[in-house]
């Protein structure tokens, strides 16, 4: 699973940085949950294509020029994914850069993206993943 998953994440991510909706959501089951970067502080899930893209309209594409996400390192964990990264993002008001760690725990389904969520901090993101397995 973990190359053919690691391809999945690759091209998501990829996708969701070129802004090109289509070729993201080709990624992720229609029934996805995500718990994206602020998402679980406020108690958060998005689901399905609809959440998803409410949440990139508003939490990304509102607010930020750029935002590129990187999966520096992808690690097959059961069946999960545990992928260490970060994303660099450009305020779209601002124009301030940021540079922000991330870990993603991510689930597959069918060979799409079926759950994901995002942690700043990877021992989070480790316990997280070793609580669900």
């Known amino acids: 699973m ?3 998953g690691a391809e999945v994440v690759r091209r998501a991510w990829a996708a969701a940085s070129r802004r090109d909706i289509p070729a993201w959501l080709d990624c992720i089951d229609p029934e996805v949950e995500a718990v994206p970067f602020g998402a679980a502080m406020e108690g958060r899930v998005y689901r399905g294509h609809a959440g998803v893209l409410e949440w990139f309209e508003k939490e990304v594409i509102e ?8 999966p520096d390192e992808i690690q097959e964990v059961g ?7 970060h994303w660099v993002a450009r305020g779209r008001e601002s124009g301030v850069e940021l540079t922000v760690p ?8 069918d060979g799409k993206i079926a759950r994901w969520q995002t942690y700043t901090d990877r ?3 480790i316990a997280a993943l070793r609580s669900r397995a």
């Open 2 to 4: 973990a190359k053919d």
């Open 123 to 125: 021992d989070d993101a």
């Open 102 to 109: 991330a870990t993603w725990v991510i689930d597959l389904r």
């Open 63 to 70: 607010t930020y020029q750029t935002f590129d996400v990187h």
């Open 79 to 85: 069946e999960r994914l545990l992928v260490f990264g």
